[in-house]
């Protein structure tokens, strides 16, 4: 989805970890390399999900909670479909917390109900912040896009491999949409799988993926529905439509420096080719580039170690 800066900026960090764009990447390059061997060279790191599932038992724990400083600046399509890109940079505080239940990791809020080597089950929250319409041509006197926060169930599957050879895990978020700016206002309902790739190599870690995106009516009409009040000669009314919003392809690059210094790359494709709404009006092209860089400084851990 959308991303934009408001006043609620440290929310925004905490929720703004969709997969697949610059922030999320800053919150998977810290929470996955600050867990760390000890009979390994301190610039390489593991994710606390990786160690439980895959690490032998002497390997030390990550922590409990983390405190640290993060980056980011990016430039991005305003929505998928759109002919403009946003360009952004935030510098903002966060918060990492592995309890039992409670995980603040790993790209989101959430509550995590079951888990096993193979599959993780969770109830999260993560979030999108939207973008002004008067600098959006193809929306221009419409509503802007708010900042819609996701709440619902996921579920993970480790499908094969390991970090050290290469992981292959599937995710299947299922999450309804309400507009923060309106309210909480419900928008909809996005379903968005996703298969990832991972491998790690010398404090290096590559990612790549592909998904769909795709919403109910409700949602769809979010993006892509022209109310009658809002059609002009060159954007008539258009009812929009259930099904696929869009296609996603991501690639990310981070590299652990020191401990407590992670930085990151990110690059993703959006299409719209075959979506349900690839008709619309405010669609002007069918793909579009996003990417970002940032990184991730960790200032205080907690003495106790995380919950498995």
Known sequence: MHRHLCTL????????????????ALAQ???QSQSQSQSQPQTQTQSPAELSATAPLSQK??????????GVTGSQQAYPGASQQTTRTLVLPYAVYRGQVLRTDRGGVGLRALRTPRFEFDLGVAGSLGSSSSRIDARRGMPDLGTL????PSL???????????????????????????????????????VRYEIRKA????????GAFVGNRQLADTFYGVAPIFATAERPAFEAKSGLIAWRFSGTVSRSFTPEL????????????????????LVRQ???WSGGLGFAYTLKTSSRPAFD
């Open 61 to 70: 724990p990550p922590p409990l909670w983390e405190l640290g400083v993060g």
């Open 149 to 152: 926060i996701e709440a619902g």
């Open 286 to 288: 069918t793909n579009g």
């Open 9 to 24: 900026a440290r929310l925004a960090l905490a929720l703004s970890l969709s997969a697949g764009t610059p922030l999320a």
């Open 203 to 210: 404090g290096w870690r590559w990612s790549a993926g592909g």
């Open 29 to 31: 390059s810290q929470s």
């Open 262 to 281: 992670r930085a990151f790359v990110t690059l993703r494709m959006d299409s719209v080719a075959g979506a349900a709404n690839e008709s619309s009006p």
């Open 156 to 194: 993970r599957w480790n499908l094969a491999g390991s970090e050290a050879t290469g992981a292959w895990r599937l995710d299947l978020p299922l999450r309804a949409v309400f507009d923060l700016s309106d309210g909480l206002a419900r928008r909809g309902l996005a379903f968005e799988p996703w």
